[in-house]
């Protein structure tokens, strides 16, 4: 770890954003709402404690007379700072949105060229947290992304509040060579991630949204970049959105949110929900709120899980933790259930007893030396833990 990276991320950031379902349409009683839902839920109590505004929170046409932006009086009635003070009251950390360019992706001013005073005013408001979008900056031009983020970086130190630094500019300035020796905590690493298996078209960006399926390889390719105080960021869970969300994509069935939610815990990806946990049905509540799974995503080594071996359609990836034993996950990439038998040697095991936990039905499942039986259905990730 370089000394300009804050030891704000030991382990990967959760919470909550607001884009995913709430777009342009966030408000502070949406946000006031939502903390209060992430409590009543126990949803803060296992662990997801950040409550981030996305895009679209302030003045869309400009900023004030000394420059400054403006959070929208009628999203924000009673200011960012008042928001801010409910939200630390009730435990939290409060994240906000910006761009390194002249305007965010919505169109809202971007912080070019305002970097300090903007950094400035969110300390005043007492921000904890920046997610600095891409959008209308050069692309495939790797010194000059550089050179912005690095300008944020240095603005928001300069504050003396601790921010969290959240870079997005999607991966294509291949952000995991140098976004941890800029100060980010967490950068991601693609397009923004629709609800859906696979990727889709995107007729008004002419670029595709990404689908969990591409996303579980990106994860894979880039799995020796992650650790504390750096994390690979595979974007906001879709887990609950059910085709509902501003972001379009139709929607996943059950095991494939399962899958989702597996995977971004077995890379150490931060997890920041995305959908409206004021309405949180139970389907998705066990998916965001297995606590033996969130303790593989938050486990104190910090390392990426990565793949070591296909067997028929199934993906098989391991991940060390911290009290010696591993996180193993049986991915079904494939459009039919798979009989497979998972091998000590493949996961690096020794042909000595060891027991198999399935995380996500609590259940031991079996003593095995040699190998253990499994059913894999189409789309399915059964998580194991084993000693
Ligand atoms: C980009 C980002 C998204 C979201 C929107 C907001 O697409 O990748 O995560 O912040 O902008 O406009």
New binding site residues.
Partial sequence: MTALTKQLAPTPPMGWNS?NTFGHNISETVVRETADALISTGLKDCGYNHIVL??CWSVKDGRDKNGDLIADPEKFPNGMKALADYVHNKGFKIGI?SDAAEK???GYPGSLGFEEQDANLWASWGIDFL?Y?Y?NAPLYDQAEAIKRYTRMGEALRKTKRDFLFSL?E?GNQSPHLWARNIGGHMW?VSG?VFDSWINIWMKDWKSYGIGIDVSIDIANDLHSYGGPNGWNDL??LVVGLKGKGQISGGGMSFLEYQTHMSMWVMACSPLMIGCDVRKMEADTASLLMNREVLDINQDSLGIPASRVKQIGTCDIWTKRLADSSIAVSVTNRGSRGEDISLKARDIGLLETPKLARNLWTQEDIADFKVELPLRVEPHETILLKIN
């Fill in positions: 884009w996305d895009d949105y965010t992706c919505g997610k979008d959008c997005c999607w991601r923004d974007d906001m």
